[in-house]
């Protein structure tokens, strides 16, 4: 069996950047996984990325990119094409630091083999609580690619006739 985390990186208090976390805490209330799953909201771990990383054959990630395209398209990026792409500016401790934290996992001899960002370009980005109608669309599109990722994975997601609460307090 390999070890798989579906992870949403994000922000709750930057508008759109808070895509990751809502989407993951969606996926969660609405699929099962298998144990060999962990659905996690890790909002802005920066450099802290590392544990929750380390031991993990895949690796699913939701969060907002950068684009020049419309808010709410979506962007799919496989390990590869991550780790080929130059590291952005780190304006400050909280980025996630996906690359960087892939590329020492990497050094140490571990990390996972197998990535996916699924990413979605934001429409604002700027302080204040709530997703843009955009991004909400968004939503569904999203949860479709990370449960067929995992089905491709050999993890594949039941979709739950009754939803949990997907416990967003903000």
């Known amino acids: 069996m390999t070890k798989v985390a579906v992870v949403g990186l994000g922000n709750i208090l930057v508008g759109d950047d808070a895509f990751g ?4 805490r969606q996926f969660d209330a609405h699929y099962d996984v298998d144990g060999d799953v962990d659905v996690l909201d890790l909002g802005t771990p920066g450099l802290d990325l590392a544990p929750h990383l380390d031991g993990l054959d895949a690796l699913i990630v939701v969060d907002t990119v950068s ?7 979506l962007r799919l990026y496989r390990k590869e094409e991550l780790l080929a792409r130059p590291a952005p500016s780190r304006t400050n401790p909280h980025q996630p630091g996906v690359k ?9 001899g571990g990390g996972p083999a ?5 990413g979605v370009v934001p429409e ?4 204040g609580v709530g997703l843009s109608d955009a991004l909400r669309d968004a939503v569904p ?4 690619q990370v449960a067929a990722e995992l089905a491709r994975l050999g993890h594949p997601a039941t979709r739950r006739e009754v939803a949990r609460d997907p416990a967003i307090w903000w």
């Open 141 to 144: 599109g999203v949860l479709d």
């Open 21 to 24: 976390p809502y989407a993951v």
């Open 114 to 118: 197998e990535v996916l960002l699924v």
């Open 124 to 127: 604002r980005v700027e302080t």
């Open 100 to 108: 960087e934290t892939l590329l020492v996992l990497e050094l140490e």
């Open 67 to 73: 684009g020049d395209a419309a808010p709410g398209t």
